[in-house]
C-alpha cells in the first residue's frame, strides 16, 4: 500500500509539476508578447505612416488614403499620423474629414502652431468662419512670432468676408495681418499670396495677378499660387470692357497655368474642373472633353461636370471623327436627375444624340416626349421629322411638318426646309404643295436662289410623277432665275429628253457641259451631261458628233472609261481601226482599275479588240469593215 501510495504522490506531483511548468512558460510568453506587441504595433504604424508620406509627396492621394487611415488606426494618438490624415482629406476636397482629424490632432498637441494654423484653416473651409476667427485671433496671441499664423488669420478674414455677422472691415483687417507677417519674415513668398487673396476678394484682378506671379517668381512650386493665378487670368479675360483680343490672350494665359497645375498634380481635382470648365467656355471643345474626363475620374458624383462634358462631346458629334457619343445619353440621363434646371436642354440633347447614332426610334420617341411636354422649336420639328421617316413613320413626319406649317405659314425658310424634306422622302403632292406655298407668299423675296430651287423641285417632283408637261414650265422658270444651276439645267434637259425633244435636250445638256467644265465642283452633272450626248450621237449613229463629244469627255475626266469606250466606238465607226483599238485598250485598262470590275464587259471588249485584228498591239489597215478585212488577209 504504502508503494502504491508513493507511486501514486510520485505521478501525481510529476503530473501537477509538468501542468505547473508550462502554465509558468506561457505566462512568460504572454508577458514577452505584451512587451513587445506595442512595438511591433509602433513598426507597424510607421511603415503605414512612411508609405502614406511617400503616396502624399508623390501626389497620389486616394493610394495615400488607406494608408493614412491604417496609421491612425494602429497609432490614434499619433500626430503626425492624424495631421498627414487630415491632410489628405484636405487634398481629397473632403473638407469635414479634414477639420475632423485636425481637431483629433488638436487633442493631442493643443498649442502646436501646425495644429492650430490646420483647424483655424479647416473651419474656414467649411464655412464655420466667425469659430475660425476665434481660432485664428488665438493662434497669434499664442504665437506672436509666428508669420504663417498671421496669414492664416488673413485667409480667415478674407474667407468670411462677406458671411452674415461677419467683420465689415474683414479686408482691411486681412490686409493688417499681412503685413505683420512681413514684419515677421520678409522673404515669406507666401505673404505675396495672401496679399492676391485680399485683392481678389476686392475684385481687382490685375493686382491680385501682380501678386500671385510675384509669389511663383520667389517659389515657383506655389500650387496654390498658380490655381489663384490660372483664376485671376480668366477674370480679367471676363471683365467689362475687355477686348475680344485681350479676352483670347488671358484665357490663353489661364488654360496655360491651369495646365502647369494638372500636370504638376495628376490628382488635382479641382484643377481639372475649373480647366475644363475655361476650355468648354471658350468653346475648346476637344480639348475640353479629356480634361473634364480625367476630372470625373477624380470625382464621379459631379453633375456640373458631366454636364460641361455633355455639351462639350455634344458639339463635337458632328464636327469631329470621333466617338464621342460612347456615353452621352447616359451623362445626359444622370445629369437631368442631378440638375433640374438643365433637364429639358438634356432631354433635347439626347433626341439630337439618338438621331446623330442612327438610333432613329429612339430619337422620335424622345422628340414625341419633348414636344408632348414643352413643345418644340422651328429648328428641331424638322429633326423630328427626319427621325420620324428614318423609323419608318412618314405619317408622323408628314404630320409633324404640317402642323408646325399651319401655325408659321409665313417662315420662308422653314417652308424651303419642309418642301425639301418632303421632296426626299417622295411625299411629292406635300412638297409641291408645300413650295407652290413658298412661291405664293409674299413676305418671302422673289426671284432669288430659293425661289429657283423652288421652282426646280416642283419641277422633279412632276418629272419623278412622270407628268412631264406639268415639269416641263417649272423647270425652265427655274433656270430663268438661276442660269447657273446646272443641276436644275441638267434636269430641264433630261426633261426634254423624255419628252423626245432632242434637239432642246441636246441644247441643254452642250450649256451644262460648256458652264460646267471649268467648275470641278460640278463634275458630276458634266459627266452627266457629255455622257448623254455621247448615247444620243450614238442612238443617231452621228458619228461625228460621238468623236466630238467622247473627246471632250475623255479631257474633262481621263479617268471615266465610258469616255473612251464612245471614243472606240465613234472612231471604228469612222474606220479609223488604230484609234479604235487604242481607245477600247484604254476602256479595258480604266475598267480593270475599277473596285468591282465589270469582267463580262471587260471580256466583250477584248472580243472586240481580237475581231479587229489588234489583241497583239498590231491594228489592221483603216478602212473597211472587220469582214472585209478578215478576207483581204
Known sequence: MKRTNTFSFSLFSQRTMKRLSFNYLLSIGAALVLAVLPCVQNAFAQGSLQKAKEQFAAKEYPAALPLAQAAVKENPRDLASLLLLGDVYDALDQQDSSLAYYQKAQEVDYWKPEVMRKVTLGLSAVGKH???????????????????????????????NEAPGFPKDALTKADAAVIKAQQINKELPATYVARGDIYFAQRVYELAKDNYEEALKRDPNLIDSRSKLAESYFRIANNQGTSKEENIKFVNLSLQEWDKVTKADTNNAKAFFNKGKIQFLAKKFPEAVPTLQRYLQLKPDAPMARWYLAQAAFSLLETEKKEYDTLLVDYLEMTKKAIDTVADRADLMIAKTQLYKRNFKASADKFAEIKANKGLKAEDIELFARAAINAGDTATAVREYKDFFAKNPKSCKLMMSIGTALYTWRQYDDAIEIFRKRLDTT?????????????????????????????????????????????????????????KKNKEAKEEFVKVFEAGKAEPKSKREVSAAVGTLCRIANSSKSWAELKKYSQDWTTFDPDNAFGWFYSAIAAQNLQDTPNACKFYQETIKRMKAQATPDTKMINSLETQLEALGCMGGAAAPAGGDTKAKKGKK
Open 443 to 499: 413676305n418671302c423675296p422673289a426671284d432669288t436662289i430659293n425661289n429657283a430651287r423652288a421652282h426646280y423641285y416642283i419641277g422633279t417632283a412632276y418629272f419623278s410623277k412622270k407628268l412631264l408637261d406639268s415639269a416641263l414650265p417649272s423647270l425652265q422658270k427655274s433656270v430663268q432665275i438661276d442660269p447657273t444651276a446646272l443641276y436644275a439645267r441638267s434636269q430641264l434637259a433630261t426633261t426634254f429628253l423624255e419628252m
Open 130 to 160: 466667425t469659430d475660425a476667427l476665434k481660432k485664428a485671433e488665438e493662434l497669434t496671441k499664442t504665437h506672436p512670432k509666428d508669420a504663417e499664423s498671421f496669414l492664416a488669420l488673413s485667409a480667415v478674414y478674407v474667407a468670411g
